[in-house]
């Protein structure tokens, strides 16, 4: 069984960075791609950036773009999310996802159905 598992929330200041890590346990396996979603309370959970696993390429959403960046460590099998720059807005539990079942790319990977596994999520929060 494969387990995804987040660490690296805290509490920050606006406009300083956090990192988030998504560590995949378990037995090995294969995946399209990796993503990270979030969740305000009372809110939708949301996209947030995804990176395709054959090639690398990432995707991010809009509100993001600029200041979060997605990236992987092949060895760790570690996927991460850099975020500078955090407003108080950007306070919410963050999960991490894989896709194993669904071959796509871009925006087809900002869709929650395009997923399959998540981790159980890791809280940010940012104050004034």
């Known amino acids: 069984q494969v387990q995804l598992v987040e660490s690296g929330g805290g509490l920050v200041q606006a406009g300083g960075s956090l990192r988030l890590s998504c560590a995949a346990s378990?037995?090995?396996?294969?995946?399209?791609?990796m993503g990270w979603f979030r969740q305000a309370p009372g809110k939708e959970r949301v996209f947030i950036a995804s990176l395709r696993w054959s090639d690398g390429s990432a995707y991010s959403a809009d509100s993001v773009r600029g200041r979060f960046s997605i990236s992987r460590d092949n060895a760790q099998n570690t996927v991460y999310l850099q975020m500078n720059s955090l407003k108080p807005e950007d306070t919410a539990v963050y999960y991490c996802?894989?896709?194993?079942?669904?071959?796509?790319?871009?925006?087809?990977?900002?869709?929650?159905?395009?997923?399959?596994?998540w981790g159980q999520g890791t809280q940010v929060t940012v104050s004034i």
């Open positions: 378990g037995r090995a396996f294969s995946r399209y791609a």
């Open positions: 996802a894989a896709s194993t079942v669904f071959q796509g790319s871009g925006h087809l990977y900002s869709t929650l159905s395009s997923y399959n596994l």
